[in-house]
């Protein structure tokens, strides 16, 4: 009997240079296409300051939704002496402190919650409060597989606490697909740095080029491997076609634009749902993604 | 006037009609300040004046030699970006938020700071004004305060050379990249799509600007993928009191001009589509002139 291997414990982001190239579209269906499968499956929705999977996947039913919080500090101003060493503590300006006259207040916007005023006072002045940043949703689904949403709450600025608790709760699954946030700024680099494989999805315009480039090169820095694909492939040019060869990158799946597909989309639907064919693609794509993966950690 | 275009999620077309927008004017400046993917310097290739760098943030540096690993600083650091294990104490350079508590707790010196110096932002000049674009470099922090360097020198610009007019090419989300894009300006333009996350990213978005109290208006991109949506989309905007400027067709002839590396209503002056957004494009201006 051939033994069957499976993968186990693997984590895979799903991520691109700018928005709007299709992420969103490749990691639901490629969730869904995988329903079936016997691993324990989690998508993890980072993208928190924008999460749109749920529109997709709206079998799932809410189990939970878990409050993520960020320390910031109040200050007592009857024990407060007006020293100026949590100021000086500061490193991201949110302490507003005037010697004359005497003034002291938190920006809260600005405190990214280190702790180093606390630290910094000696006169037992500084306490801390939770300040909510937002949740982190799990939706199940009938299959047992789970969608994790990180919604981050509207006027917080820093998405990357939500990021970092959402991904720790697919931590027990077998395979975790990760829909990062656009660019390459912390928030996507907080969610890829622990993947061992990143599908970029990109078009074939100079825009999507550029950040495909800046994308796969900080990806080499990190040393994760990565694959791309092409969506609305018809709708460009051959340069990012051109450009995997030369990179030696793996081209992982085309997608043509289709008037199917967008419409669908736009409706919230899904195209394996609609359509047997885009099931086995995407299902397809799994397998070469799989594929992928093995070849480099023969290497 | 300082005009700010944003859309909740990337991809809804933001670009395209920034550009479009920036190419109706005879003499504008344009500010990218998508600083994560910045972009409209590949379609206007603009002839650079001025290179400046921006310091983003801090990062920890550990000195081997003088760490006797204690564990302290593990205890210390509210980013778990600094573990213990049997190669002793280390710093994760990605985790670490550049806080710098752990060097000033540090009974051995042994942790010094770095600067994050890789970000840099341009100005320049391109075929309808001056341009200023940021770019920042993979994985460093603070877009927001990058985004207020590219407002503040295109503000500078616009005063200096008499240019009564800044667009703002924001950058996508609801964060503190696109926050620092919107605040003070004298209008915001949201682009939306009428697909159910676009919906959805544009409710979020308006929240934001009417938390600002910022003079908003919609326009919806590709408003015949789903008219129903659009017309969803409408109605909302108009029990909110924002009104939907425009609504613009798909047309494969936008990623064209975009190949082509030109704005939509250069490379495709008399099209339909470049009609409607010459109308929009009055539509705000005619204001305020
Ligand atoms: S917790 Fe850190 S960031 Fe917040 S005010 Fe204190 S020192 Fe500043
Ligand atoms: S360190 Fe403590 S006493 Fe000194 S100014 Fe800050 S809060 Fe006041």
Known sequence: MPIIVIMTGITIAIASGKGGTGKTFISTNLFNS??????????????????NDREFLKEGVLQSSHAVNQKIPVIDKTKCTYCGKCDEYCNFNAIF??????????LEDLCHGCGA?????????????????????????????????????????VSVGIIKESIKMAEPFDLVLLDSPPGTGCPFIQTVYKSDYVVLVTEPTPFGLSDLKQSVAILKEMGIPCGVIINRADMGTDDAQNYLKRENIPLLMSVPFDKEIAVAYSKGEMITNLSTEWKAKFNQLYHTIKEEFEKNKAK | MELAIISGKGGTGKSSISAAFATLQKDIVLADC????????????????EEHVFISGHKAVMDEEKCINCGICVDYCRFDAIVENENGVS???????????CSRICPQGAITVEEEDRSRYYAGRFKNGRMVYGRLAPGEENTGKLVSKVREKAKEIAEKFGIEHIIIDGPPGIGCSAISAITGVDAVIV????????????KRT??????????????????????????????????????????????????????HCSSITDYAHDSEISELIKKAHTDIFAGVR
Do not use: W
């Open chain 1, 34 to 51: 995988l329903q079936d499968s016997r691993l324990s499956i989690a998508l993890v929705d980072c993208d928190a300051e924008a999460p």
């Open chain 1, 97 to 106: 402190f005037l010697e004359e006259p005497q003034t002291i207040e938190v």
């Open chain 2, 91 to 101: 710093i994760l350079e990605t985790l670490c938020e550049g806080c710098l508590l």
């Open chain 1, 117 to 157: 005023c606390s630290v910094a006072c000696e006169y037992g002045a500084i306490s801390e409060k939770d300040d909510l940043l937002g949740y982190v949703n799990r939706y199940r689904f009938s299959t047992g597989k789970e969608l994790i949403e990180g919604r981050m709450e509207v006027g917080v600025l």
């Open chain 2, 191 to 202: 682009v939306t799509e009428p697909t159910v996350s676009g919906v959805h990213d544009l």
């Open chain 2, 206 to 259: 308006l929240q934001l600007t009417q938390g600002f109290k910022l003079p908003t208006s919609v326009i919806i991109n590709k408003f015949d993928i789903n008219r129903e949506l659009s017309s969803e989309i409408e109605l909302y905007c108009n029990e909110s009191g924002i009104r939907v400027i425009s609504k613009l067709p798909f047309n494969p002839i936008v990623v064209e001009a975009m190949v």
């Open chain 2, 34 to 49: 998508d600083v994560d993917a910045a972009n409209l310097y590949l379609l206007f290739n603009p002839e650079c004046d």
